[in-house]
């Protein structure tokens, strides 16, 4: 809008073969893209019409609106560049009575 990006999207892989060259760009093996991803190579051997997304930025027209040169007022749970919300200071250490009370186990290696 402008000359500014309010939302973005993209035509979604439908393809088998294109799949498979993408998860070989990733470093995946054959067998780990077939271990994490079986069902969905599964899928594209039956066809998958081609498909795509929008999504605009509500935040974004939210600053173009107010007249911001910027969005960072308008979003609703910023991460800071190393992923925490500076807010709630999340993600966080959870307390092993938490845990318990939820009946969580984790199993961390």
């Given at each position: 809008?402008?000359?500014?990006?309010?939302?973005?999207?993209?035509?979604?892989?439908?393809?088998?073969?294109?799949?498979?060259?993408?998860?070989?760009?990733?470093?995946?093996?054959?067998?780990?893209?077939?271990?994490?991803?079986?069902?969905?190579?599964?899928?594209?051997?039956?066809?998958?019409?081609?498909?795509a997304g929008l999504a605009f930025g509500f935040d974004?027209?939210?600053?173009?609106?107010?007249?911001?040169?910027?969005?960072?007022?308008?979003?609703?749970?910023?991460?800071?560049?190393?992923?925490?919300?500076?807010?709630?200071?999340?993600?966080?250490?959870?307390?092993p009575e938490q845990l318990e009370e939820l009946q969580?186990?984790?199993?961390?290696?």
């Open positions: 809008m402008n000359g500014t990006e309010v939302g973005g999207g993209s035509i979604r892989i439908h393809d088998r073969t294109l799949q498979n060259k993408m998860f070989h760009t990733l470093g995946f093996t054959d067998e780990s893209a077939a271990a994490q991803f079986g069902f969905l190579m599964d899928a594209f051997t039956y066809g998958a019409p081609p498909h974004r027209l939210c600053s173009i609106f107010a007249g911001a040169d910027s969005i960072r007022d308008f979003i609703a749970f910023p991460k800071n560049n190393a992923g925490r919300d500076v807010m709630s200071q999340s993600p966080a250490p959870i307390a969580i186990k984790l199993d961390v290696k």
